[in-house]
């Protein structure tokens, strides 16, 4: 039997890891790609507490449902940004955005 | 060891891997590549804890949409060379990395100190689907409807904004 505290602990592990690459990264692709695994993390977090837990009621499912359409809302208008971003100053490195102009 | 706790470390392995690659990985290509990994391991462990229908959703919407849309995005903002770096100014690699560990310390540390309260149930997968359906019906029909107006506003809105500007001509003469 697995315990519950394993999958607390690897979800708070992935929220780092996420927590790490959205706060390093040069593209802003990938720092895309790192809110996505913060995103993911927290939803491994609910299912968890979902299955262990001792309410019988199916929430948990669906705020992670909701979060899951959320978060693809989410990548699609800031990918569109993203080539907005890019066709104006031809370059996608968080570092050469430095101007709201355009 | 039993199969489930083996299960559960081949799963979180592969999981761990996939999102240490996809932050790490200099190739963006690569990163994605990994990233799906990470999606997929995801998804395994919501079956390992019988949510099989948000594993199902998981695969379909994560991997089958949210990453095709990030190779996309990869292809439509090509740059000379398809490799990137990590921060390079000051010592802005180990502040993240900081920030990062102390984040994870601290809800570690709030995991290792809270009360045992878990009781796994078996839960029967036969009622799963059911039950999300009448709850998104009944109790959730508002979080529904709202979310099928944000889906909306988010695809006209990332159209709107990728779109090419064809009727302003001077604006492309910068």
């Known amino acids: 039997m697995v315990p519950l505290t394993a999958y607390l602990v690897l979800s708070a592990i992935l929220f780092a890891i996420g927590l790490w690459g959205a706060l390093t990264r040069k593209n802003a692709i990938l720092v895309l790609v790192s809110i996505e695994i913060m995103i993911n993390a927290a939803s491994l977090n609910f299912i968890a507490f979902w299955c262990y837990g001792k ?9 992670v449902l909701f979060g899951i359409a959320i ?6 208008v800031g990918l569109a940004l993203v080539i907005a971003i890019f066709r104006f100053n031809k370059s996608v490195n968080v570092e050469e955005i430095t101007s709201l102009k355009g | ?6 299960g559960f470390l081949v799963v979180a392995t592969l999981t761990l891997a996939g999102a240490l690659a996809a932050v790490t990985l200099r190739n963006l290509t690569h990163a994605v ?14 079956f390992l804890l019988r949510a099989d229908f948000i594993g199902v959703v998981q695969i379909l919407i994560y991997v089958g949409a949210i990453a095709v849309l990030i190779v996309f995005a990869i292809v439509l903002t090509r740059q000379r060379i398809g490799l990137e770096d990590f921060k390079q100014i000051g010592g802005a690699w180990w502040m993240g990395a900081f920030t990062a560990a102390l984040v ?12 045992e309260v878990a009781i796994f149930k078996v839960r029967s997968p036969v009622g799963s689907v059911q039950e999300i359906g009448q709850a998104l019906m009944t109790d959730y029909v508002l979080p529904f409807e709202i979310i099928s107006i944000l889906l909306t506003a988010a695809l006209i809105g990332a159209v709107v904004i990728a779109m090419e500007e064809i009727q302003n001509p001077r604006k492309e003469k910068r």
């Open chain 1, 55 to 63: 309410f019988t009621d199916i929430s948990a499912q669906l705020f």
């Open chain 2, 33 to 46: 590549l990994s990233l799906i990994l990470f999606f997929f391991g995801v998804a395994g462990l919501f």
């Open chain 2, 104 to 115: 994870g310390g601290i809800l570690i540390e709030i995991i290792r100190h809270s009360p």
């Open chain 2, 1 to 6: 060891m039993t199969l489930a706790q083996l």
């Open chain 1, 71 to 76: 978060a693809g809302a989410e990548a699609a």
